[in-house]
């Protein structure tokens, strides 16, 4: 199968249709309908098909027994309303690039497998890159247990709904043993290709990141009735919180986001008792974030107390810089540079990924494909297919660099 054809046959799972965006959340209907379509494309090419403990699906070419194997692949699932791209294309150009070679008749000498990882995008509870977390061992089994959705179903719950055993969940180091390098594509977040006029660009590093609570507690109370003197308003003290985060961001020279929020009681008329707001913090380095995240702590807990509301903040994940193998990061500017004066771009990134989990345990790399807008986690989210095929041509040159005789 081509690029394109894969493309469309995979565009409209899990497309809502008043948004035009994605909700393949894990564990749900679409994300069921992704894994059939990734256990499909691999029964397609006579490749050996196994989803891991943690609901990790593995697509391998050769004896995963034999060790140094080349892996790549990405995530199928969505953000609320996502775009297309973003996870997908990892998945379908890795697919597309043992196709290609193939069709150079490349000799394998070392395993390689193809991986969709399990609910990397963190939508339907709360906390990103879960399959690969429980497999590197950076989230613990009871962790894992206590993850609930926005309906009260925890996350056993919800796997042993679509036919996973949960009881299985847990750290695979046999697994990741049996790796040499991890490839991941993925389509820019972000402008840096489209400014430089480059297709494709390496990735050095990602920026360290994490997500917290922020919990306003104030009084319920009538819309109507109630003196603004007599209010303790909890949605007076996030909004303020919400601005003060923008400022601390511009100062440093970082981004900070309050892109989700809950609201009880949620009536029109009604003064909320709790305003909940979840805020995204990333920066170029540790000392950077924390002074973001603790200039906006400090001014919510002042925001707080001028309007006599209590407030709870909660760190709910975190992950540091992750600096990408070096070895292998030049392995790749190398293979790619092969038979060009063109220097191959490597960049910086401010997004998670699997790779980023992975790397504390296995040399991991990507690949990066131009994005023309910088948009996504959006309906808006594009990259030109001439670019996704130049991707494909690349991850095709790295596993064959990686993998082949």
Same mark, same amino acid.
């Given at each position: 199968?081509?690029?394109?054809?894969?493309w469309?046959?995979?565009?409209?799972?899990g497309?809502?249709?008043?948004s035009?965006?994605?909700?393949?959340?894990?564990?749900t209907?679409?994300?069921?309908?992704?894994?059939?379509?990734?256990?499909?494309?691999?029964?397609?090419?006579?490749?050996?098909h196994?989803?891991?403990?943690?609901?990790?699906?593995?697509?391998?070419?050769g004896?995963?027994?034999?060790?140094?194997?080349?892996?790549?692949?990405?995530?199928?699932?969505s953000?609320?309303?996502?775009?297309?791209f973003?996870?997908?294309?990892?998945?379908?150009s890795?697919?597309?690039?043992?196709?290609?070679?193939?069709?150079?008749?490349?000799?394998?000498?070392?395993?390689?497998?193809?991986?969709?990882?399990?609910?990397?995008?963190g939508?339907?509870f709360?906390?990103?890159?879960?399959?690969?977390?429980?497999?590197?061992?950076?989230?613990t089994?009871?962790?894992?247990?206590?993850?609930?959705d926005?309906?009260?179903?925890?996350?056993?719950?919800?796997?042993?709904?679509?036919?996973?055993?949960?009881?299985?969940?847990?750290?695979?180091?046999?697994?990741?043993?049996?790796i040499?390098?991890?490839?991941?594509?993925?389509?820019?977040?972000?402008?840096a290709l489209?400014?430089?006029g480059?297709?494709?660009?390496?990735?050095?590093?990602?920026?360290?990141?994490?997500?917290?609570?922020?919990?306003?507690?104030?009084?319920?109370?009538?819309a109507?009735?109630?003196?603004?003197?007599?209010?303790?308003? @909890?949605? *007076?003290?996030?909004?303020?919180?919400?601005?003060? $985060?923008?400022?601390e &961001?511009? /100062?440093?020279?970082? =981004? #900070?986001?309050?892109?989700?929020?809950?609201?009880?009681?949620?009536g029109?008329?009604?003064? @909320?008792? *709790?305003?909940?707001?979840?805020?995204?913090?990333? $920066?170029?380095?540790? &000392?950077? /974030?924390d002074?973001? =995240? #603790?200039?906006?702590?400090?001014?919510?807990?002042?925001?707080?107390?001028?309007?006599?509301?209590?407030?709870?903040v909660?760190?709910?994940?975190?992950?540091?810089?992750?600096?990408?193998d070096?070895?292998?990061?030049?392995?790749?500017?190398?293979?790619?540079?092969?038979?060009?004066?063109?220097?191959?771009?490597?960049?910086?990134?401010?997004?998670?990924?699997?790779?980023?989990?992975?790397?504390?345990?296995?040399?991991?790399?990507?690949?990066?494909?131009?994005?023309p807008?910088?948009?996504?986690?959006?309906?808006?989210?594009?990259?030109?297919?001439?670019?996704?095929?130049?991707?494909?041509?690349?991850?095709?040159d790295?596993?064959?660099?990686?993998?082949?005789?």
């Amino acid at each position: 199968m081509t690029f394109h054809s894969m493309w469309t046959e995979l565009l409209p799972v899990g497309r809502d249709s008043v948004s035009r965006g994605y909700r393949r959340f894990a564990w749900t209907p679409a994300d069921a309908e992704c894994r059939a379509w990734f256990e499909a494309q691999a029964a397609a090419r006579g490749l050996a098909h196994e989803v891991d403990r943690n609901g990790n699906q593995w697509a391998w070419l050769g004896d995963p027994a034999a060790g140094d194997a080349v892996v790549t692949g990405s995530h199928l699932d969505s953000v609320p309303d996502g775009g297309a791209f973003d996870g997908p294309l990892g998945v379908v150009s890795a697919f597309a690039a043992l196709d290609e070679l193939r069709a150079r008749n490349a000799q394998f000498d070392k395993p390689l497998a193809i991986v969709n990882f399990g609910d990397e995008e963190g939508a339907r509870f709360g906390l990103a890159c879960v399959g690969s977390r429980l497999t590197a061992g950076q989230l613990t089994v009871e962790q894992a247990h206590r993850l609930t959705d926005g309906d009260g179903i925890t996350l056993p719950q919800a796997m042993e709904a679509a036919g996973h055993d949960p009881d299985a969940l847990g750290p695979d180091p046999e697994r990741l043993a049996r790796i040499g390098a991890f490839v991941e594509l993925h389509v820019e977040q972000g402008r840096a290709l489209d400014l430089s006029g480059d297709r494709v660009g390496i990735a050095s590093a990602i920026w360290p990141h994490g997500r917290w609570r922020f919990d306003f507690r104030g009084e319920a109370n009538h819309a109507g009735t109630t003196r603004l003197a007599d209010r303790r308003d @909890p949605m *007076l003290s996030y909004a303020e919180t919400v601005i003060a $985060a923008r400022r601390e &961001a511009e /100062l440093a020279g970082a =981004v #900070a986001t309050f892109g989700k929020i809950s609201v009880e009681p949620n009536g029109v008329n009604a003064i @909320p008792s *709790l305003v909940r707001g979840w805020l995204d913090s990333r $920066a170029a380095d540790q &000392a950077t /974030l924390d002074t973001v =995240v #603790a200039g906006v702590e400090k001014e919510a807990r002042a925001y707080a107390e001028a309007h006599g509301v209590d407030l709870d903040v909660v760190r709910e994940s975190f992950t540091p810089v992750v600096e990408f193998d070096h070895a292998l990061r030049d392995e790749l500017a190398r293979i790619l540079g092969r038979d060009t004066d063109l220097k191959v771009p490597v960049l910086g990134t401010g997004a998670g990924h699997d790779a980023g989990i992975l790397s504390g345990r296995i040399p991991t790399a990507m690949l990066f494909v131009r994005n023309p807008t910088g948009v996504s986690h959006s309906p808006a989210e594009f990259a030109a297919e001439d670019d996704c095929v130049a991707g494909v041509h690349a991850l095709a040159d790295v596993l064959e660099g990686l993998a082949c005789r």
